[in-house]
């Protein structure tokens, strides 16, 4: 139940080919298996995730999803469609999820088609966390854990500027991590009950320590 960080990499452009290298150093190094993958839809990423890792769940951000899905529309109309997608992200059930999809793609799908066909074809990943409970969902659907790792890396890169090597960059991302990874100490709130929900969900896949 607590954050740890895999590796650190390097590119000049993020696609399949980078991720893919990702994903079979993760697997080189010792990682058997990921239950449940939380990715910005960066375009290759589920795709290298599933070549790798085959049986893995690949969760799209809904916090990554809302933002682009605003990006598109009036600033004066934001916040009523804003509510709307609570609707859908926010619902009990997966059911009560897809009608108000349907509801989204009525009244906003003539205006805004673009953002209602987004919603549409990512639905399948975008609707993973629904198999789950509610207090568990929150630690399945977003990426908020990397982000907020990334804006105190971004803080030590911006004041040194420019770098001399890849290298030089690496060094210090490296030693800004290690001073981050210190203040994880706190398992994610609930984390008992949570694995064990895990350990039933994905049998023979997440074996408990007995005490």
């Given at each position: 139940g607590k954050k740890e960080l895999l590796g650190m990499f390097l590119s000049e452009s993020e696609g399949a080919n980078f991720w893919l290298?990702?994903?079979?150093?993760?697997?080189?190094?010792?990682?058997k298996d990921i239950l449940i993958a939380c990715t910005d839809n960066l375009t290759g990423f589920p795709e290298a995730i599933?070549?790798?890792f085959?049986?893995?769940e690949v969760q799209l951000c809904i916090v990554?999803?809302?933002?682009?899905s605003l990006k598109y529309v009036a600033s004066k109309e934001q916040k009523e469609l804003a509510a709307d997608l609570k609707l859908i992200y926010g619902a009990d059930t997966k059911d009560g999820a897809e009608s108000a999809l349907?509801?989204?793609?009525?009244k906003w799908g003539k205006k805004y088609p673009v953002v209602v066909r987004s919603w549409n074809s990512n639905w399948e990943r975008l609707s993973a966390y629904f198999a789950y409970t509610k207090p568990n969902r929150k630690i399945i659907y977003t990426t908020n854990a990397v982000e907020g790792y990334h804006r105190q890396v971004r803080k030590v890169t911006k004041i040194k500027g420019a770098f001399t090597s890849?290298?030089?960059l690496l060094k210090l991302v490296y030693l800004a991590a290690k001073r981050i990874e210190r203040k994880w100490t706190a398992p994610i709130h609930n984390w008992g009950l949570t694995v064990q929900q895990f350990a039933i969900r994905f049998e023979g896949r997440l074996v408990l320590d007995a005490e």
């Open positions: 290298q990702v994903l079979s150093d993760l697997q080189h190094r010792g990682v599933h070549s790798i085959p049986k893995a990554h999803q809302i933002r682009n349907l509801d989204l793609e009525e890849d290298m030089a």
